[in-house]
């Protein structure tokens, strides 16, 4: 009990800006936007639980690489699917070239055929 | 309707002391939301080992950006020269109708005699319009 009373909370109003950005969060990953406040409150409560002085400076190098790290998967499916489509985009030119010089030679049979009566 | 509502979240009071700008860690808590979880199994004990993970994985992340660039470049050149094609055969499609006249008189002069196949000849015509004048998709 005397720790709770120990504790003393400050009331962080969110900015406009702020709000803005948790109710696309909330639209994104599907939860309620006072879902997304309490998990952001349980941070805060095992933040103060830190001793180390630099620690949310670590903790953003940590996000960064969880970011960066997801970007990478994002980036190699991005390869995967351009690939296919340069594939495909090679096969359509030998098609379309296929296409062009069979109508061609097909009209040149013709127009021979044609003058040969 | 939410916009309008005042959202507010309790901090303990040791934070703002330990922090030097409330307003951006709260925003940057917003923008990693998803990751806050993973902390849980984070290994935050050595800064040198982290920024060194930072590094190397920043490096990755820009060679496959480098490599996305030149495979989109290639692409968007396949893409031009496909656009090409596909315009000139169009214009070519325009002169079907006649091609076909040709065929028909060609047929009705010959008839048997020659070993050009008709039907396949119309075949070829009829792909040829549906390609390049309908614009339909050709599946193999």
């Known amino acids: ?117 | 309707m939410y916009l309008r509502k005042k959202y507010r979240i309790l901090i303990p009071d040791t934070t703002i002391d330990k922090v030097s700008d409330m307003e951006d860690m709260v925003d940057q808590l917003f923008d990693y939301y998803i990751y806050i979880q993973d902390l849980a199994e984070a290994d935050l004990s050595d800064s040198e080992r982290l920024n060194n993970d930072l590094d190397g994985i920043s490096a990755e992340y820009n060679e496959l950006c480098q490599d996305y660039g030149k495979l989109m470049q290639e692409y968007g050149v396949l893409n031009f020269h496909g656009s090409e094609l596909f315009t000139r055969n169009t214009i070519t499609g325009l002169k079907l109708g006649l091609l076909m006249n040709k065929l028909e008189r060609a047929k009705g002069m010959w008839g048997d005699q020659l070993t050009l196949d008709y039907d396949s000849a119309r075949k070829i015509i009829q792909h040829f319009a549906d390609r390049y004048l309908l614009k339909k998709e050709i599946e193999d």
Do not use: A, C
């Open chain 1, 1 to 117: 009990m005397s720790n709770l009373e120990k504790k003393k909370y400050v009331k962080y109003e969110l900015s406009y800006k702020q709000k803005q950005k948790l109710l696309k969060l909330s639209e994104r990953s599907n939860k309620h936007p006072e879902e997304i406040l309490t998990d952001i409150e349980s941070f805060f409560e095992d933040f103060v639980g830190y001793e180390d002085k630099r620690i949310w400076e670590k903790i953003l190098t940590f996000f960064n690489i969880r970011l960066l790290e997801q970007k990478i998967n994002q980036r190699s499916d991005d390869i995967v699917e351009i690939k296919k489509k340069t594939k495909l985009q090679r096969d359509l030119l030998v098609e379309y070239e296929d296409d062009y010089l069979t109508i061609v030679e097909l009209g040149q049979t013709l127009e021979t055929l044609n003058k040969m009566k």
